[in-house]
RNA sequence: GCCGGUUUAGCUCAGCUGGUAGAGCAACCGCCUUGUAAGCGGUAGGUCGGGGGUUCGAAUCCCUCAACCGGCACCA
């Protein structure tokens, strides 16, 4: 006899081996009829899975939050059944649930198509219909492999082989159609529902190896719900809205051009956002970093004695004299990284320990030649902005410098509203330089400051360890914030170097006068500066904070008896340090506010005869229509202290708490609460 | 780089089975002096991504290159 325990604290008595079906019939023929799926001390399980040992059960129902892997999983049998039926001939591999949904990949010669999904989905809803239960059935690896070669599922047969020796091969049927599967499953095709739609088709490679042949993958989101797909739907929608990209092109931010591939046209409103962000970050660092710039190109013998030229030649831009008769033919490498440029200035004049920590910033601009494939938008490209540095230091002093960079990067996105962040470790990769010695000590101090910021966080902070991703040259930290929207982004990045000096040779003269060799440290914290400022125009969705707002305020008149007040307007604006146009154009008032609200700008200050005779402005917040009157002097002087940066409200004015609506303090730095699109 | 798709006016898009291009918005010119998300009328604007081919004839069919989009792989 087995007991189980059930959610409510009972505790009964069954014969072991005893199915979880048989116990839920047991119980309730409505209980029964509702579940789709067990979870045996906390564990996803097949509802007719026999029941061995002393257990906490627990019944799953369809509107279970944890039923919705199972859905998704069951959805992506039946899409494989669906195209098997449609198109003979495909083989299927793997169809695993992902956020949001899942997907299966298939091989088949002619690749599908969007065009295909009706009728894809069409026969899904009909097996979908037929409610036909899934059973599980243990097969022999002989037979498994047998029947799967003799159906031409040769990609299966490979799957069959990974499984490790020990583990059940597991057989999951559908009525007459089965596929290789780890399980679990819910009782029957029709617990799926209605709530799922075919998304996109893609090339994905087997394995995700891209040396092994291309499937093509069918993408899915599956729901509970029609409400939660409708809901999921809108949210697509609302992310599309927010795309960089295109509010780069609506708000005149930046271009890119096929001459260009991967290269930033910046325009004035974009090169002043841009820039806004540069200034930011050079206060942040004014004290405890000195800001240096090393060339652009540099002779390519420099990227040998890096490492970078071994490394990641395929992915480097190198640059010649164009003159065919020059007498200078060398080659020069446009730098993908400031590094070893920081190196030379390190290593220009001798260095005490006294020295140390030096650290070197530079706002460098590096180019990479990504592949084709890789570029997207401010996200991705060849030629960007690194807020970079390298701290030069001795052992001892490691871990304070982690934990103090560690501080600035936590600050600093504290001050964009970012305040759900992942830090995540990344240990020695496969390739690297360096002995296994160094990477052990490495390791071990990176993951003593690693707990260190998880302690000083107060739990706040989550961590994990990212086995095998580290940098060539040394272990890593990365920094993943959260947007408005809850998409991560990896930005920041501290990484450990204890190859770089030695390569260089560079050195410090120490207490006893010995050479010794210092511990070099990488740290981003925007990371690309360029794509930094995409996920920043994706999290307020276009509509910034005032400091970073490229143009913060517009003047609109009314009618043109307003015009000269409506200079005068401006002029003091900009002379309170705002960014300010005019719009003194022949046109209706509605027209402006609509017109220069569709460009995001934040404040409209509307001027009419009233306004121009009393010496007013009527405000006009963007996303709002509440229009508030209010003397000049009194709102430049309310948009003057907003619109200072937030790393500028403590230091220069602590009685400014600028916005006086939706700001809350964490870690005692300002932040700004997400935007609303 | 790989798989699939897309590329027509500044922007968003139409153009069926091949018969030398069209709309809305924007721009420009007038009229309207206007009170918080589109006043009215007119004008101009395109080597249909580049190159090659098939054809009497190509935006339309084929080849090729490029850029972009969605994934995959990559990301020092």
Redesign the pocket.
Known sequence: MITLTFPDGAKRQYPAGTTGRAVVEGIAKSLAKRTVAMALDGKLTDLDEAIAHDAQIEFISRDDPRALELIRHDCAHVLAEAVQTLFPGTQVTIGPVIENGFYYDFARNE?F?PEDFPAIEAKMREIIARDKPFTKEVWSREKARQVFREKGEHFKVELVDAIPEGEDVKIYFQGDWFDLCRGPHMTSTGKIGNAFKLM??????WR???RNP?L??I?GTAWASEADLDRYLKQLEEAEKR?H?RLG?EMDLFH???EG??VVFWHPKGWTLFQELVSYMRRRIRGDYQEVNAPQILDKSLWETSG?WD??RE??FAAQSAGDEAEDKRWFALK??N?PGHVQIFKHGLKSYRDLPLRLAEFGIVH??????????LL?VRGFTQDDAHIFCTEEQLADECLKINDLILSTYADFGFDEIVVKLSTRPEKRVGTDAMWDHAEDVMMHVLKEIEARSGGRIKTAINPGEG???GPKFEYVLRDAIGRDWQCG?T?VDFNLPERFGAFYIDHDGAKKTPVMV?RAICGSMERFAGILIEHYAGHFPLWLAPLQVMVCT????ADDYAREVAAKAGRAGLRVEADLR??????K??EH??AKVPV?L??????AAERTV?M?R??S?E?R?LPLTEALELLRREAVPPDLRKTIDPSNHGEPERHLTLDGHHVVASTVA
């Open positions: 690749p198509t996109k088709v893609a090339g994905a490679y995700g190896d891209a291309m093509t993958r993408y795309d990209r092109r890119f051009q096929e591939p991967g970078h490394w990641y992915n480097m993908p990284m590094c990479r030649y990504e592949p084709s494939g890789a570029m997207h938008g991705r940098a060539f040259y990045t990484q990488h009314i009618t043109s008896d022949n046109e209706k008032i509605t027209y506010v609509r609200s569709l409209l509307v001027l009419g005869k009233r306004e009527n006009r963007l996303g229509q229009q009157s």
